[in-house]
């Protein structure tokens, strides 16, 4: 008579094991979105800082970082708004 021999294959990963997984992979992606925006803030940091005259308009970011940012293009919330959130 014929023998018929079956192979063995692990068991398939439950819902919780599927959920699992998604959720590292969400989180790695957010982290890897978090360390590039990190280093471009960087990279924007180091060219100001390399302008000619950096030296005298980095005191003023300081104090009026909001006028500066609005006149740049770059959306900025009042201090209010960010209480309430």
Known sequence: MHETNFIYRPPRPGAVTKGLGIVACVTTISLIAWTFEQRRK?????????MPGAANILPALGVHSEMVLKQLGVGVRAKSERRQS
């Open 42 to 50: 960087r990279e924007l940091a180091r060219a100001l800082a390399s």
